[in-house]
């Protein structure tokens, strides 16, 4: 269970940085012009929350409310260092969370 607790906090934390621009356009291996879409960014920062969220409650599950809501914060840390890692070692790798993107047909760019 606290592993597909890290797993959750690790995609958390992958879609967050997928709606940033500076990270977007490595992570899907092409250049990005502009900002990121408005729709992207709530849809990756809503799964990204939603992730954070559901790994807390599998840590809570597992351990506890006390040591629980501490071994989340452990978690927490593990995974950003591992997002940030992956991020400055290999972006592609992080294509898998590339299924977050909604399929934008028209609109304003700047959004």
Same mark, same amino acid.
């Given at each position: 269970? &606290?592993? $597909?607790?890290?797993?959750?906090?690790?995609?958390?934390?992958?879609?967050?940085?997928?709606?940033?621009?500076?990270?977007?356009? %490595?992570?899907?291996?092409?250049?990005?012009? /502009?900002?990121? %879409?408005? $729709?992207?960014?709530?849809?990756?920062?809503?799964? /990204?929350?939603?992730?954070?969220?559901?790994?807390?409650?599998?840590?809570? $599950? $597992?351990?506890? %409310?006390?040591? /629980?809501?501490?071994?989340?914060?452990? !978690?927490?840390?593990?995974?950003? &260092?591992?997002?940030?890692?992956? !991020?400055?070692?290999?972006?592609?790798?992080?294509?898998?969370?590339?299924? &977050?993107? %909604?399929?934008?047909?028209? /609109?304003?760019?700047?959004?």
């Amino acid at each position: 269970m &606290l592993l $597909a607790a890290f797993a959750l906090s690790f995609a958390g934390f992958a879609a967050l940085a997928l709606g940033q621009r500076v990270h977007h356009g %490595p992570i899907l291996g092409r250049a990005t012009r /502009g900002a990121v %879409p408005r $729709a992207l960014r709530v849809r990756v920062a809503t799964f /990204g929350a939603a992730a954070l969220a559901a790994s807390l409650g599998l840590s809570v $599950a $597992a351990q506890g %409310p006390s040591f /629980g809501s501490i071994l989340w914060v452990m !978690l927490l840390a593990a995974a950003s &260092l591992a997002v940030t890692f992956t !991020l400055s070692y290999r972006p592609r790798w992080l294509r898998a969370t590339s299924w &977050l993107l %909604p399929s934008v047909r028209s /609109g304003d760019p700047r959004r």
